[in-house]
């Protein structure tokens, strides 16, 4: 009788026991004890569940044009600064060339206009002056002449005002010329020069705007990660700024996990935690980088009985290194926080 006691309190206490390892707060608890990860009155770890969170960048050409190539297919990795996508680059290549020409002769401007007149051309003017001087010369001559004979009453006053006329054409002439003269030996004005100066400016301004517009014809990875989708293909017309792909980038990883306001207190800027998936029996660090300072709804994601309809504090996680990749993007874990000396429980 007493053996049948026994044999049943034995299998009373076994049943108990395995209703109380199904409460997921025992079994972890029981683990970590007999993994020698708790030890009683030193720190032990809390305990919160989140997700995997990457970041994306959705990349796109600064200008518009055809697409030439994509050189990644979905799912493959891309290195920092890898050539991923081109547009037809003859369109800017013309434009650029154009405003190389643009640029050549407005600096051929700005040389005539600082250099001056040529020595041939300031000789010119002044053959040209000394010509006229000598009509003048000569013309003033006839003009006394003629007053002479008008004032003995030998010519008509006609004749007189013809010649009269001649000389104050060519009087004028030579000033005309005089003036021509001067102009070539100063060179140009200084406003004038000033002028070529700020459009060989533009020109130059222009020249680099084609420069930067044709380099832009060429798509790099910012940084490293995993083309996560094609959003276009080769041949496609696209518009400045529409998206070609998107990169999953690498880094930085996160965690987002979500507590309670009773355990928020107990979290500190900096505290290391374990991050631990289903999928693998290892565990990654990471350290507390963001603690939010409102209160949110629990996401669906987080399937905690206690937590599901609890308002929540967001926390970010940043992941210190993942070199065999074993965490994806919105991949479940669980993160075991350690609490810091002295932190109330």
């Not at 004890?33 to 569940?49: A, I, S, V």
Request: aromatic fraction near 6%; glycine fraction near 8%.
């Amino acid at each position: 009788m007493k053996k049948r006691k026994i044999l049943f309190a034995l299998i009373l206490a076994g049943v108990v026991l395995g209703l109380l390892y199904r409460r997921e707060e025992l079994r972890d608890g029981l683990a970590r004890y007999l993994g020698g990860e708790f030890r009683p009155g030193k720190n032990d770890e809390m305990k919160l569940f989140g997700s995997v969170e990457y970041r994306q960048a959705l990349l796109g050409f600064r200008v518009s044009g055809r697409l030439a190539e994509l050189r990644f297919e979905e799912g493959e990795r891309v290195t920092a600064g890898a050539l991923m996508a081109a547009l037809d680059p003859v369109p800017y290549e013309i434009q650029r060339d154009r405003q190389v020409a643009l640029l050549a002769q407005a600096q051929a401007n700005l040389r005539k206009m600082s250099r001056g007149s040529r020595p041939e051309e300031i000789r010119q003017a002044v053959a040209g002056r000394n010509q006229v001087r000598a009509s003048l010369n000569l013309a003033e001559a006839d003009y006394k002449r003629m007053a002479n004979l008008y004032a003995q009453g030998a010519v008509s006053k006609q004749a007189l005002d013809g010649v009269t006329s001649s000389r104050d054409q060519l009087r004028a002439q030579l000033t005309s010329m005089e003036s021509a003269l001067n102009l070539a030996r100063e060179g140009y004005r200084t406003e004038d020069v000033e002028a070529a100066a700020a459009a060989a400016d533009v020109a130059e301004t222009q020249l680099r705007e084609a420069e930067n517009a044709l380099a832009d014809t060429k798509l790099y990875a910012p940084s490293e990660g995993t083309l996560l989708t094609r959003v276009a293909e080769p041949g496609t017309i696209l518009a400045a700024g529409q998206t070609v792909c998107a990169l999953q980038l690498a880094r930085p990883l996160q965690v987002r996990a979500y507590v309670s306001e009773p355990q928020l207190g107990k979290i500190r800027m900096g505290m290391r935690g374990k991050i631990c998936t289903d999928a693998s029996s290892d565990f990654l660090w990471g350290t507390v980088s963001y603690i939010s300072p409102e209160a949110e709804f629990t996401p669906k994601q987080v399937q905690t009985e206690d937590l599901r309809t609890a308002l929540v504090y967001r926390i970010r996680l940043q992941v210190e290194e993942d070199s065999e990749g074993l965490l994806k993007n919105g991949m479940p874990v669980t993160v075991l926080l350690e609490r810091e000396s002295g932190t109330d429980r």
